[in-house]
């Protein structure tokens, strides 16, 4: 960081009169650091996440994923049970990182979303 402070661009534009931020690297220092809090943080709450075969379908009528798999298990059908899990799992790390990824934008205002 000193490197890039002491460069020759940055020198010019202060020799041009450009002013020298002082509170913003402060602040830019102390966003940075709560990048990885968050990441640590979205991932910790994505590990106590507890999805289970046996959970309520959302609707009652018909058989859903969750009554499918709940006899799925009971049935000891493991192709069935490990196609529930990859897409109950994708669907959790999907939401999880776009949290994040969200957090990361309304933390650090230099990230910027096309």
């Keep these: 960081m000193l490197d890039v402070l002491n460069a020759d661009y940055i020198r ?6 450009l002013p020298r931020p002082q509170g913003s690297r402060q602040a830019r220092a102390a966003v940075t650091r709560l990048i990885p809090v968050v990441t640590v943080g979205v991932d ?4 106590r996440v507890r999805v289970g075969p046996s959970s309520p379908n959302s ?3 018909g058989k859903g994923w969750a009554t499918t798999s709940s006899t799925a ?3 000891i059908d493991v192709n069935v049970v490990l196609a529930w899990l990859m ?9 999880f990182n776009l949290i994040a990824d969200l957090l990361y934008g309304v933390l650090d205002r230099g990230i910027r979303y096309a």
């Design 59 to 61: 609707s009652s009528a």
């Design 87 to 95: 897409v109950t799992a994708g669907w959790i790390v999907i939401v």
């Design 12 to 17: 010019l534009a202060r020799a041009k009169g």
């Design 73 to 75: 298990v009971n049935n």
């Design 44 to 47: 910790r709450l994505r590990s």
